[in-house]
């Protein structure tokens, strides 16, 4: 199995604003600068996440079956819900906005089928977007468009102080 782990630039680099790891993910040049001292999660560059569309109403990823199976060689459970919180933690983030953050509080899954090659497509739709609280639901779909699992996730929006 491969590592798809891109490491984060060192210190001593230009900024260390993780722009190859950000640009690997398909995150948009525009919100390189909101995640520019985070990246996309070392996680998610492992799992091979790769964003299609990001906003805080609906965020839309793709990750890879292979190198995400469990021993039975199917897609993981795991790897669904990783799939789903990467989804909705990242739009609450956007919803929550500079000198606020989103935690993951609740999360749960139901899974509908399996799945053992191919791409996994994941949409976060948000149910509610408070002050407060953000809930998305997020639909795991295969290359055929089957639904593979559904999610929930709730976030709280705390401030960051900064």
Known sequence: MMDKFIPPASSGEAGNDHVTELTAAGVPPEMHEW??????????????????????????????????????????????????????????????????????IEISATHHRSIASGTVTGTATALHLGRTLTTHEVVMTDDDGRRLSTARITNLIRDTGN
């Open 35 to 104: 995640l520019g001292g985070y990246g996309v999660g070392r996680l998610n560059v492992k799992m091979g996440i790769t964003f299609l569309e990001m906003s805080a109403g609906r965020m839309v990823a793709t990750m890879p079956v292979e190198g995400n199976e469990q021993v039975a060689g199917i897609l993981h459970g795991g790897a669904h819900l990783v799939l789903a919180e990467t989804l909705g933690s990242f739009a609450a983030g956007l919803h929550a906005g500079p000198g606020r953050q989103a935690l993951g």
